[in-house]
């Protein structure tokens, strides 16, 4: 339940991010995030907020890893916690 | 002993094979230098999901052992919690909570039992959602929380952010330093060094166990989900042991950071503070709960229906649920496959314990995956 999903910003609108996860684009919030995110960078998400900013250049390494679950056909327990990551926030 | 598994050890595959061989020489070599073999506790489901799913234990040395320690909020919940909330739904109140807590058995009945009796209990991804049930409702609704630090920063982002007045929150959210104390507090602990929960430590920082490893003389690493992220956690928690330092490191520092989240550290003290409660099968744990601050009692569900919770009387175990041994297995004194229960009379579809229906209890992840004999067995 601690294992959050990171996507990558694509708008800010004040508190609420639009945040692409594997093509499909949600609300996160951003109360939760102690820096500044500016569309281009990835945050790690957490049933609908956000609670880190990963810059791009550090997020290689996580992605491939959430790819891997994400891309699993049949789901499994990681990867099924995984969707309902996605499934905490809003589509947008 | 055979083993029930829903789905074998996946073999891994490691993004940079040769870190991999390499950290995994490094925890052989270290292990041959020390005249013990070495336990390691990990207090996190995703860990324990992450080491079973990709068969990390057969890499290990045989003079390794790592264990999962508390990392199941959803486990640790007591009965008397699952309780009240099944008794507010039967009340005719609505309760929403997170699919993981939905069938976890109380002392009669889970919620997911007192919904197909007619309760009014709704299934939820996020406290924000919980909220929009309350939005479009005329009636109560309670969000039944649970989760460590991690997840209860979001419940208390959604009561610091002015929810609608029929919204409140029954909490059952924990809090995993003070269950780290109890381990180490524990008369002949085997655990020589504790691999701490990344996603927890984003939020409160890696500092806050400097305190912790200077009492109780072992080391804390802070490690990621990636199967390399843990080996190379290991690999500095087994140096540290070895060196006799007992230090906090941080072996995952593109996420977290000494100090943590600052902005979420203040919404979540700002609503919430510290409670002594049972963790289920565990103990008592001093500071162990998180309940909402008096400037939020107008949202606590426990004050807001006080009178609907008075009176109500927990059961104990009865039965099967007797038997369950989950309580042992989070502390690190015995595994899932040590329970009689394990794979036959308890299984996902027929949980007898918590242990078995959160994806972050153990015996849950182990009946998936495979465990530690089975892991083992394959890949030697
Ligand atoms: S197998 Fe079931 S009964 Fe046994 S410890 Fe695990 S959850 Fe409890």
């Known amino acids: ?92 | 002993m055979k083993i029930s598994v829903e789905r074998q050890t996946q073999r891994l595959e490691f993004r940079d094979k040769q870190r991999a061989e390499s950290l995994v020489a490094c925890l052989a070599k270290i292990c041959d230098s020390m005249a013990e073999p070495v336990s390691i506790m990990h207090v996190c489901g995703s860990h324990e999901q992450s080491i079973a799913r990709f068969g990390l234990r057969s890499l290990l040395p045989s003079r390794l052992e790592v264990i999962m320690g508390p990392g199941c909020p959803v486990c640790v919940t007591d009965m008397p919690e699952i309780d009240s909330a099944v008794a507010l739904a039967e009340q005719g109140i609505v309760v929403t909570t997170f699919g993981d807590m939905f069938r976890v058995p109380g002392s009669i009945k889970s919620l997911a039992e007192a919904k197909a009796q007619g309760a009014p209990v709704k299934v939820v991804f996020s406290p924000q959602q919980a909220v929009e049930v309350a939005r479009q409702s005329s009636g109560q609704v309670v969000f039944f929380a649970t989760g460590f630090e991690t997840t209860a920063v979001a419940t208390a982002a959604v009561v610091a952010g002015n929810p609608p007045e029929n919204f409140s929150v029954l909490s059952a959210h924990k809090y995993i330093p003070p269950a780290m104390e109890i381990i180490a507090e524990m008369p002949h602990r085997r655990v020589k060094g504790f691999l701490a929960a990344g996603h927890a430590a984003i939020i409160t920082g890696c500092k806050i166990f400097e305190d912790f490893v200077e009492r109780h003389h072992i080391p804390v690493v802070i490690g990621g989900f990636e199967p390399l992220d843990i080996l190379a956690a290991l690999v500095m928690i087994l140096e540290l042991i070895r060196d006799g330092k007992s230090e906090v490191a941080n072996a995952y520092p593109r996420c977290c950071t000494a100090e943590g989240n600052a902005q979420a550290q203040r919404l979540l003290w700002q609503v919430f503070e510290t409670g002594d409660g049972v963790w289920r099968g565990i103990a008592h744990v001093p500071n162990g709960n998180l309940r909402l601050r008096t400037r939020y009692a107008s949202f606590d569900a426990a004050i807001r229906f006080a009178d609907k919770l008075a009176g109500l009387t927990c059961g104990v175990a009865s039965g099967l649920a007797a038997e369950c041994i989950c309580g042992n297995i989070m502390t690190g004194i015995a595994s899932p496959t040590d329970c009689r229960l394990f794979g036959k009379d308890c299984t996902p579809e027929r949980p007898v314990g918590a242990c078995m229906v959160s994806s972050e209890g153990a015996c849950r992840i182990w009946h998936e995956y495979g465990g530690h004999l089975l892991a083992a067995n394959e890949d030697k």
């Open chain 1, 1 to 92: 339940m601690c294992l959050g999903v990171p996507g990558r910003v694509v708008a800010v609108d004040g508190p609420v991010a639009h945040v692409d996860f594997w093509g499909v684009s949600r609300r996160i919030l951003l109360d939760t995030v102690d820096e500044p995110v500016v569309p281009g960078d990835y945050v790690l998400t957490h049933v609908g907020y956000a609670i880190r900013r990963i810059p791009a250049s550090e997020i290689g390494e996580t992605l491939e890893f959430y790819d891997s679950l994400v891309r699993e056909e049949q789901a499994d327990l990681m990867s099924r916690d995984v969707k309902e990551e996605l499934g905490a926030a809003q589509q947008s």
